[in-house]
């Protein structure tokens, strides 16, 4: 019997794959049986309704996309009236990604947000704080550990950070989030860049400066996830560029516990149901029969040939 | 934190049932109509045929010729016939995606997705029915004209272009008993005031119950204008850049006019068809 099943920290998800924040919603129930995902992982939302940032809010990238949707939002009081209730109907564990623009009201909205029905909070602390002159919290290790804390102390559901690439100390970053009381990393989120029409001069985008996502940054994430899951001992899931199974093999093999798919489904929205099938039939013609056989099993580099100390 | 029992991958709970479908589907034609447009013929399986008129699909345009396209692009639907197994795209080669179309041929395979979106209604009240289009809004009106002559409705199709051999889909509005009306730049007759004479001429001879029409900004502040005036209601099919076409990513919002607010609304989801009186030029 091959068993897909992970663990992250107390909870057991069916199986590694999840949709990431921003790219997935009850309209995906359009094209497959959502309930065969191993998570729901809803779009960030604020306690105050939002509208996003102006349109274009997307464009084409040779080998992925760049996006400023920004966080349109319905508000705290439409998630838990509306769209809280449609997640009951399905028996997989419902994920909220939250945001705020200071430590207080991130801490207030997780407290709002811990109600029966939602098994996990993942802080998207990629936004940016009001309390240092807009500067992202996961930009530096202080931030991140001091709105993780107030985070920590707001909430008892397991609380997952997600981690932002646009750091300079990625480790010290995941640290602080560990100390602070995180029982899992999300690894990672989008990579901000910028594109330029030439014909017109313009920004691609409406909001200028936008996130990459997609095949284009997964040696990026990739490279943090591992960093994260070697420096700290926490479950880490991996996200940005999975799109095949080798994507998500290499995440495994590099320490992640699950994965996150967002863009992939936007090219094609049978992708998670596909890796599933594809991870599974894996598995079986090579003889593993548990995940935990794959994850974080990087082997040491070097084609094994015998280095010559040739300084 | 309770304990979540795996559940079996692969085994749908019987009550599920896709709305749209991706699948792989052979190219029959795939031929230049005129300088600008192409005409693409696909051999679709019924999974994606139950389409209405003013749906669309998302393409996944091939990569070619140094064109990478990542994401997919929206195309109405130009023609569905489930009895035959076809879809057909009217299209018009622009950039990097519509060029990758444009280079399939006939045996190659192209991966769609749909049908997506809220196509257009026709109320019982609707009998006397006017559309108004350009350029590719043509393809997307196109297959109304059948669903007029279906439900036996009378329609006049104004379709405007920059010069009348562009004018596009003039055969199939007269195959489906349509009268058709092509107004030009080259001649002036397309512009709003000229226009504007022709369809007040309409109203007062003939009447109009309700109006159709297609992105061009232009023409929407006129029926808009008329529309209000004679009290005549109509449907508008808009576009805007989409990553998804589900409804999930909110890259597609136009702004729409609510009572006394402003809204945004998903052009993927709750459009690409919208009232004429709420949308925002
Ligand atoms: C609902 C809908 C129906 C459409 N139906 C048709 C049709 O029947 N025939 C037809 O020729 N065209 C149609 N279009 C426009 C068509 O989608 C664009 O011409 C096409 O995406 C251009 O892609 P490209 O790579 O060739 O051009 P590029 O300009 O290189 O495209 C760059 C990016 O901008 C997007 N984009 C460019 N123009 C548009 C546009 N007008 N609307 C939305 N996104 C755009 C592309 O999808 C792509 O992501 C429709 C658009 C929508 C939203
Ligand atoms: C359109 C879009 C919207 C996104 N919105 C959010 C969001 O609201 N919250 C968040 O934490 N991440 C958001 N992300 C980032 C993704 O969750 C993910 O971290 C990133 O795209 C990398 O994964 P991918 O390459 O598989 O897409 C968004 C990404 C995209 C493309
Ligand atoms: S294109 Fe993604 S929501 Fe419309």
Request: hydrophobic share 45%; aromatic share 6%; net charge negative.
């Amino acid at each position: 019997m091959t068993d897909l099943s992970t663990r992250i920290g107390e909870l057991r998800l069916a199986n590694p794959i999840m949709p990431a924040s921003g790219t997935f919603t009850e309209d995906l129930a359009d094209v497959f049986d959502l309930s065969i995902l191993g998570a729901h992982v809803l779009k960030t939302f604020t306690a105050e309704p939002r509208t996003g940032n102006p349109t274009p809010r997307v464009c084409d990238l040779a080998s992925g996309m760049m996006n400023s949707i920004g966080i349109p939002s319905k508000g705290l009081d439409h998630f838990l009236t509306r769209a809280l209730p449609f997640w009951a109907r399905y028996d997989v564990p419902l994920v909220v990604s939250i945001s705020a623009n200071s430590s207080d009201e991130f801490a207030r909205l997780a407290e709002a947000v811990t109600v029966p029905g939602i098994a996990v909070i993942e802080a998207n602390i990629s936004c940016p704080n009001v309390e240092a002159d807009g500067r992202a919290f996961a930009v530096h290790a202080d931030s991140t550990e001091r709105v993780v804390r107030g985070l920590r102390s707001a909430t008892d559901l397991p609380l997952w950070v997600k981690l932002s690439p646009n750091t300079g100390e990625p480790v010290e970053v995941a640290r602080a989030a560990e100390s602070a009381g995180a029982d899992a990393l999300v690894v990672a989120n989008t990579v901000l860049g910028l594109a330029i029409d030439v014909s017109t001069r313009k920004p691609r985008l409406g909001n200028v400066m936008g996130g990459v996502s997609g095949p284009a940054i997964k040696p990026i994430a990739l490279r943090m996830a591992y960093q994260a899951a070697r420096s700290t001992s926490i479950p880490v899931i991996g996200c940005g560029g999975i799109a095949t199974l080798e994507d998500m093999l290499e995440y495994l093999i590099a320490g992640c516990a699950a994965v996150q798919v967002g863009t992939a489904t936007f090219q094609s929205p049978t992708t998670m149901q596909r890796l599933l099938a594809e991870l599974e039939a894996w598995m079986m013609a090579n003889g593993i029969r548990s995940i935990a056989e794959i994850i974080g099993t990087l082997q040491e580099a070097g084609d094994g040939v015998l280095s010559v100390d040739v300084m | 934190m309770s304990m979540v029992t795996p559940l079996g991958h692969g085994s749908p709970r019987d009550s599920f049932l896709p709305r749209c479908a991706e699948v792989s589907v052979r190219v029959e034609r795939n031929d230049p109509v005129n300088e600008e447009y192409r005409l693409m013929v696909l051999r679709a399986p019924d999974a994606v045929l139950n389409c209405s008129p003013g749906q669309f699909f998302q393409l996944l345009c091939p990569v070619a010729g140094g064109d990478t396209p990542f994401l997919r692009r929206p195309m109405s639907i130009y023609g569905y016939d489930r009895a035959a197994g076809l879809l057909q795209f009217l299209y018009k080669v622009t950039g990097a995606g519509t060029r990758g179309l444009a280079t399939l041929r006939e045996g190659d395979m192209l991966n769609v997705l749909g049908p997506l979106g809220q196509g257009f209604s026709m109320p019982n009240e609707w009998r006397r029915l006017m559309l108004v289009a350009r350029g590719v809004g043509l393809a997307t009106l196109a297959p109304l004209a059948k669903e007029a002559q279906r439900l036996g409705r009378s329609l006049t199709a104004i379709c405007s272009a920059r010069s009348p051999e562009l004018a596009m889909s003039v055969e199939l509005f007269r195959d489906c008993g349509a009268e058709v009306i092509v107004v030009t730049d080259t001649d002036g007759s397309s512009a709003p005031e000229a226009l504007r004479i022709l369809i007040e001429d309409r109203i007062a001879r003939d009447g109009v119950d309700a109006f159709y029409t297609c992105g061009s900004s232009r023409l929407l502040r006129l029926l808009q204008d008329i529309g209000a005036r004679h009290g005549i209601p109509g449907e508008i099919a808009m576009e805007q850049q989409m990553a998804c076409g589900l409804g999930m990513c909110q890259a597609c919002v136009r702004s729409f006019r609510e009572g006394d607010t402003i809204r945004h609304r998903r052009v993927c989801r709750e459009g690409p068809v919208f009232p004429i009186a709420e949308a925002l030029a």
